[in-house]
């Protein structure tokens, strides 16, 4: 790893302290260094705040150093006022001259203008240091911006003989404490959660975070026929939920019901809605029919499948998992934890 490659992989790892945070924006780092010396870093802490040039750049003591420096940013400065003024102004108003980017930036708001910016202004720009880091790590806002739909994560639990449920949809804790923490962790790093009827009826699930600190992810479920009683927790209005049906249905305090056409294409309506609404990122959690029709689809982006030595001998048969796109495997308590990436989506 070369000089620029290891203060960018500190960006990098600046950037993923933001995940959760940052949402909808992407998470980005930042690294001021002079003379081989790191002397400011930060980090896109939270939505609505400082990105991660203004806290790095703050964060440098002797400010007369700048100009002489060198900064490393995870993304394309920004140059458009947003919640926050244009970043690429803001290097330029302390003098920096030379800048290292990682990725450029595929909103249309940004796309090479931030650049063209600092250029115009006299500074040095290094493009694509670390590039595949870089797209991998804010892969969520990269396919967004670029395929106009939510990235999808997959999760389920399916016992050592395939099922994911007992009879009838009935629910079973098939995963453990650990890997029920985890998921929790997961909830925090996306901004929807979406399961399907089933899983609302049956599991009468309350998608929100318990077992974890962060910010809770907005709750989003099926509901065609409008089958899901008052009295579950989805419909409980504690937090804000999107249920999305074909018949009409007034909204009331959280809880928002968007009706649509049965002469389209289900899904596609729904993460149609989902990217106008700017929801970058969505955990699925069932149940099978959805899974199965997602992954049929080939709508999905990652799957992660916990594989638990309890054994069911009957009941909802787990979806079929992919023939390729295996990316890891490790052990979460008492069950295998199995990830699966989709490069084709």
Not at 52 to 81: G, I, M, W
Not at 314 to 328: E, I, N, R, Y
Request: with cysteine; proline share 6%; net charge neutral.
């Amino acid at each position: 790893m070369n000089t620029d490659e290891k203060y960018m992989q500190r960006a990098l790892d600046l950037a993923a302290l933001g995940t959760g945070e940052a949402r909808p924006n992407p998470i980005v780092g930042c690294v001021v260094v002079h003379d081989h010396k790191i002397i400011g870093e930060g980090w896109h802490q939270k939505y609505g705040g400082p990105h991660a040039e203004v806290n790095a750049l703050n964060s440098v003591q002797d400010k007369s150093l700048l100009p002489h420096s060198r900064v490393y940013v995870t993304l394309e400065p920004c140059s458009h006022f947003g919640k926050t003024p244009p970043c690429a102004d803001f290097l330029i108003q302390h003098g920096v001259r030379d800048v290292v980017i990682c990725n450029t930036d595929p909103n249309p708001l940004v796309a090479g203008r931030g650049i063209r910016k600092l250029i115009d202004a006299g500074c040095k720009v290094h493009i694509g240091v670390l590039e595949e880091e870089g797209l991998e790590l804010n892969r969520r806002f990269f396919t967004f911006q670029t395929k106009k739909r939510p990235y999808l994560v997959l999760k389920w639990a399916q016992s050592a003989d395939g099922f994911i449920a007992l009879p009838n949809c009935q629910p079973y804790q098939i995963s453990g404490p650990l890997a029920k923490q985890l998921v929790h962790k997961w909830r925090t790093e996306e901004q929807g959660i979406l399961v399907g009827t089933r899983t609302a009826l049956f599991d009468n699930p309350q998608l929100n975070v318990r077992h974890w600190p962060g910010q809770a992810p907005l709750r989003i479920a099926i509901d065609k026929q409008l089958q899901i009683p008052a009295t579950h927790h989805l419909l409980d209005d504690s937090q804000p939920t999107l249920l999305y049906t074909l018949k009409e249905k007034e909204s009331t305090g959280q809880t928002e019901y968007i009706t649509l056409s049965p002469e389209n294409t289900f899904l596609d309506q729904l993460l149609a809605d989902l990217y106008t609404r700017n929801i970058q990122s969505v955990l699925v959690e069932g149940g099978t029919a959805l899974l199965e029709t997602l992954l049929e689809r080939n709508l999905w982006h990652e799957i992660r499948v916990f594989h638990s030595p309890v054994t069911l001998t009957d009941g909802v048969k787990a979806p079929q998992l992919p023939t390729m796109g295996f990316a890891s495997r490790r052990i979460v308590g008492d069950d295998e934890l199995i990830t699966y990436r989709n490069h084709f989506s």
